[in-house]
């Protein structure tokens, strides 16, 4: 039985910068197992179904028998319990990332000290990349081909065109606008 960790987030949508951290994670572990939570305190551009097919995408497309995508609801903690991963891998882009991640990692840590979180420096050409900034760029229209596969900029397109003039609502806007 080999050492299994788990990535945990909403990928809403999964990008370039998911999937390097889950490509050097991959190359540590036995098993990587990216958990796609399902009911975050935040909304959401896609299903959770869909977030789980955008990243099982990803996957196929990386080639790596070592990882596997799995829905989850609850603590990633529990999550973690019941698929047996032992360490809990979060990506840190810049400083502000820091002290969330440290509140995140001391309060799983209070609830599962049996579970390590381990964090990964982004890459630095994906320091300025997030979930959010990726959909308010494709909500106005944007090239988001640089930050995110074909499929999910396929889906990101599809997604607005459904939405039409709604989508700048649906998606928490920073100041790209300006």
Do not use: Q, W
Request: charged share 25%; proline share 5%; hydrophobic share 40%.
């Amino acid at each position: 039985m080999g050492l299994k960790a788990v990535y945990p987030g909403t990928f809403d949508p999964i990008h370039y910068g998911h999937e390097d951290i889950l490509r050097r994670a991959a190359d540590l572990f036995d098993e990587v197992i990216i958990g796609v939570y399902d009911k975050p305190l935040k909304s959401l551009l896609f299903t959770p179904e869909e977030r789980l097919t955008l990243a099982r995408t990803s996957v196929a497309n990386m080639g790596r028998a070592n990882i596997t995508v799995l829905g989850y609801s609850g603590l990633t903690v529990d999550f973690c319990h019941k698929v047996g991963a032992r360490v809990m891998v979060r990506g840190l882009r810049v400083f502000s990332d820091f002290e969330h991640e440290f509140r995140i990692a001391l309060a799983n840590h209070r609830l599962a000290p049996d579970i390590e979180s381990l964090p990964f420096i982004t890459s630095e050409r994906h320091t300025f990349l997030s979930s959010t900034s990726v959909r308010e760029i494709a909500s106005l229209g944007g090239d988001v081909s640089s930050m995110v596969p074909p499929h999910v900029e396929a889906a990101l397109k599809r997604r607005f065109a459904e939405l039409g003039d709604d989508g700048g609502k649906v998606v928490p806007m920073t100041s790209l606008r300006d």
